[in-house]
């Protein structure tokens, strides 16, 4: 039985894998029964990913267990027994629950209480059915697999604890989490994918390449870039850069705090209030209210009906981006006036989410606005979206797909007239459909101001990450009152469009961490490559081989340790270094350069103008492994 009670219509559309897991759940149960007869069962659904099943008992159920329950959930599986339906009367139910017999192999002493509780929740006009396989009896809505020897192949994965119903004042259960599919071979590949996942973690290879720290004292969420992780965001910096350039975006760079009234004018105060951090006070006021003996209540009531002014740490670029626009005159020849920055914006995130870089509190987005007349919004989201299909083909991230997230006409909440939002909403769907990129139409999804373009990007391993969005906006133009003046001299209103389609470079570089395991490509490496001298006789002839490197502009270090060769050459590859190069008497006399590469180990020698050559190449070509 699922904890939130589900129609009838939803049950229905369980997929095959759902049924298989939700029936490997009541395997499960059967085992555990066969083990443990006592055993009480709350409710056994399938999740994401995989099942479990809630239950009471006084062993406490460990990993140590799981041996004996999968050899016995094997036993059932190979006795092939069929699920079997049986519609009983409410009666009925309420007596086979108080006789044991509702999630149990038979009659027992004490009453099934959670299946009891769980009748007591079917409304009065809905069927009661039972399943049973075997001796095994449950109650339950199904559906299921024909038999237990459809269950493919099945794991159990971890114990956990759950109160009954989600609610702490519950008794507090066993929560047995497994997963199944229709056959072996899809159950290993998706446990060497966690395995995979687990090894590119972003945390772990933060840590272990140095790339980042998040330091407890500077405060969570807030991302410390360390040189290694600079250098990845440099070189991501200067390749998005320059692709704006060629799009006629200007860079622009702007505070990262603002006045209150700024943050009133778009909207974003108090409206956002609770995912800021507390706004500033000036020195002389906060002193003044202090002395006054003003209460922390009374403050941030004065600040938020604004009596008092603030400073605000920039939630949003956008507000200071339209002043950059209005602080000069407009023809309709100058658009569209396309302004971007990467902009460092700072947001207030529940602490119990903060770990890596993928949600934080400070974070840098790869933002712009662009103020253009109506006519000009579908071409530009058109750049947009060739923006971001450039840039994620060039890392390799070929499978991507994105959401058009659209108003939802019941609501009452969006600002705007309907039949900007008609024309807004066209203009994202047409923009997909020329580019040719997979899109779904999501109704409710847009934000308040103007419907949205959501990023999908799929890795290497097959995960899917939501990236960044572009928004049309016909909101804040009004509120701060933009204008162009148009061919016939009148003064018009321009459209918006914010875009930051990475989301920004904190997150966007701890899914490149995973997409590429750590191992990236030459132009983004933090060091490009390492000379291995053998021996100390090669020290010089090392340090000639590197310098030469570092003054073409590649980034290139020399192991001088006293370590053997294959020491150092380990080392290099554990760092992720893409090229090394071993240097010995052959090499030295013959001024060549053995070249190790990352991706195919030893790739003979050349000599050392060759090799700068071909690594030049790769970097300004962006080429990948
Ligand atoms: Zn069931
Ligand atoms: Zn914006």
Redesign the pocket.
Known sequence: ?PDDRKTTEERQRMTDLERIR??C??VLATAILRIWPEAQFAA?PPVENGFYYDLELDHHISSDDFDEIEAEMKKIIKENQPFERIVVSRDEAIRLANEGQLGALGPRPMPSKFKLDILRGIPDEEEISL?RNGDFT?L???P?VMRTGNIGAFKLTSIASAYYKSDANNPQLQRVYGTAFKTRAELDHYFALLEEAKKRDHRKLGRELELFHIDEEVGPGLVLWKPKGAIVRKELQAFISEELGRQGYTEVFTPHIGKLTLFRTSGHYPYYRDSQFPPLIEPETLARFAEEGCSCAELSNRLMKGEIEGYLLKPMNCPMHIKIYASSQHSYRDLPVRLAEFGTVYRWEQSGELGGMTRVRGFTQDDAHIFCTEEQVLGEIRGCLQLVLKILNTLGMNSYRVRVGLRDTDSSKYVGTSEQWDRAEDALRESAKNVGVPFSEEIGEAAFYGPKIDFVVKDVIGREWQLGTVQVDYNLPERFGLSYVASDNSARRPVMIHRAPFGSLERFCGVLIEHFGGSFPAWLAPEQVRVLPISEKHLEYGRSVSGHLLDRNIRASIDESSDKIGAKIRLAQLQKVPYMLVLGAREEQAGEVAVRSRKNGDEGAVSASNFVERIEMEVRERQRD
């Open positions: 039985m939700h029936s759940a009541h056994g399943y449950d339950c809505a199904g299921h």
